[in-house]
């Protein structure tokens, strides 16, 4: 079988460095570590980036995918909007805030980004079944991807997940199959089909594609760099569940300031939990590097990953750039979805009110620099989670068609 990644030459064990040739493995054989992509750059420069396509093929040079990765069938993710977010920054004491707002990718959130990558390496490995465990999301990017790319897909979730997201995740087709568990039974579960000969040929985007399907949550840090002028943001909030997308976003930083596509200047982390799903937030807290595994109980259910694969990396990234990990309550999810929405016409998930949460929180009590320019990450549409604001469901009045019964309002 002829592979073709671009410039990923292998894979290459994140705990003990030992590295792999390019494959559909997930875990090191010497220390049993996470693998990830490792790369020959060689020269990349910002006029290559530029001009690409609007898209995170933009990017392809840095990715695992092949050159020719525009001429095939996918959803074509990215480059979605970094909203100055003015309003909001006056409302909170910060001077220079943006609101990265990947609700406008095709399946409205950021999933689409990492499944985008899973069904180049589901190609390159001949896998004819796009598979994964999902808080929601996910699963109706790799659906979507998957009736895009002619693949067949069948998906995992928990039975207790949003209906607006069940409803997407079944309408492009294939099979979704609800387990009656959390996130981590439905992930424990994929792992094991993937040894079973039911799974064969299957590609599990968050499991044995996980290396290559990682690599999409980069393409945020380039877009971030890219929309603010090619420079690092001083400041970034971002969502917690596995934590892969706050590890990888680090990763992309990094990657810009080694190939001097942007001035190394220093960035803050921040990583942002709902209280009910909270365990890296409590370990970072309790200044711990273990990650005690909790049950998950909040409306932020594209968070609830109780057992965060990435959780001891994120606390790495927060304490060596100097950022944090909080939480915030159900409640104030609820109010910072809708602080946002009032204040900058942004309707998000409830992830998205646990980052604004969190944002409002770090504010609030000190631990940003209110002068330093800041991201904040929304991740998915908040028509996914509608029943988060149930209680505004209804009109502020009813009333006959009359200017009368209208000044009767006022």
């Given amino acids: 079988m002829s592979l073709d990644f671009g410039p990923a030459v292998g894979l290459s064990c994140r705990e003990c460095g030992a590295r792999y040739p390019l494959g559909p493995s997930f875990a090191c054989l010497e220390c049993f570590g996470p693998l990830e992509?490792?790369?020959?750059?060689?020269?990349?420069?910002?006029?290559?980036?530029?001009?690409?396509?609007?898209?995170?093929?933009?990017?392809?040079?840095?990715?695992?995918?092949?050159?020719?990765?525009?001429?095939?069938?996918?959803?074509?993710?990215?480059?979605?909007?970094?909203?100055?977010a003015g309003n909001l920054g006056k409302s909170l004491g910060l001077k220079s805030l943006y609101v990265k707002d990947d609700s406008g990718n095709p399946t409205h959130s950021f999933k689409d980004r990492v499944?985008?990558?899973?069904?180049?390496?589901?190609?390159?490995f001949g896998f004819h079944t796009l598979s994964c465990s999902s808080t929601g999301n996910l699963a109706g990017a790799v659906t979507a991807a998957a009736a895009r790319a002619g693949l067949d897909a069948c998906v995992f979730i928990p039975a207790n997940l949003e209906a607006a997201k069940i409803a997407m995740a079944r309408v492009f087709g294939g099979r979704l199959i609800a387990i009656d568990g959390t996130y981590d039974e439905v992930n424990r579960f994929c792992s094991e089909l993937i040894g079973d000969p039911m799974g064969d040929k299957w590609g599990f985007v968050n499991v044995n594609l996980r290396p290559y399907y990682a690599e999409g949550s980069k393409t945020l840090a380039y877009e971030i760099a890219e929309q603010l002028g090619w420079r690092l943001p001083?400041?970034?909030?971002?969502?917690?569940?596995?934590?892969?997308?706050?590890?990888?976003?680090?990763?992309?930083?990094?990657?810009?300031?080694?190939?001097?596509?942007?001035?190394?200047?220093?960035?803050?982390?921040?990583?942002?939990?709902?209280?009910?799903?909270?365990?890296?937030?409590?370990a970072y807290k309790a200044g711990h590097d273990v990650v005690q595994p909790v049950k998950p109980d909040t409306i932020a259910k594209s968070l609830a990953i109780g057992n965060p694969a990435d959780g001891p990396y994120v606390l790495d990234i927060a304490r060596r750039t100097g950022g944090a990990v909080e939480d915030v309550t159900d409640a104030e999810i609820v109010a910072a979805i809708k602080?946002?929405?009032?204040?900058?016409?942004?309707?998000?998930?409830?992830?998205?009110?646990?980052?604004?949460?969190?944002?409002?929180?770090?504010?609030?009590?000190?631990?940003?620099?209110?002068?330093?320019?800041?991201?904040?990450?929304?991740?998915?549409?908040?028509?996914?989670?509608?029943?988060?604001?149930?209680?505004?469901?209804?009109?502020?009045?009813?009333?006959?068609?009359?200017?009368?019964?209208?000044?009767?309002?006022?």
């Fill in 37 to 84: 992509a490792a790369y020959d750059f060689g020269t990349v420069t910002r006029a290559d980036i530029e001009s690409g396509p609007a898209n995170i093929w933009r990017y392809r040079k840095l990715l695992p995918v092949p050159a020719d990765v525009t001429e095939k069938p996918n959803m074509n993710p990215g480059w979605t909007k970094l909203v100055k």
């Fill in 115 to 124: 499944v985008a990558m899973a069904v180049e390496a589901a190609r390159n």
């Fill in 339 to 410: 602080l946002l929405a009032s204040t900058e016409g942004v309707f998000a998930e409830t992830a998205g009110g646990v980052t604004v949460g969190v944002l409002k929180k770090l504010a609030e009590s000190g631990r940003l620099d209110p002068e330093a320019e800041t991201v904040v990450l929304n991740t998915g549409d908040g028509l996914k989670t509608l029943d988060a604001i149930s209680d505004d469901a209804a009109p502020t009045a009813v009333i006959r068609p009359s200017l009368d019964a209208f000044r009767a309002t006022v």
């Fill in 234 to 282: 001083e400041q970034i909030v971002i969502p917690i569940a596995s934590g892969s997308q706050l590890t990888k976003i680090d990763k992309g930083f990094k990657e810009l300031i080694r190939l001097g596509l942007v001035e190394d200047t220093p960035y803050k982390i921040f990583g942002a939990q709902a209280e009910g799903c909270s365990p890296v937030s409590a």
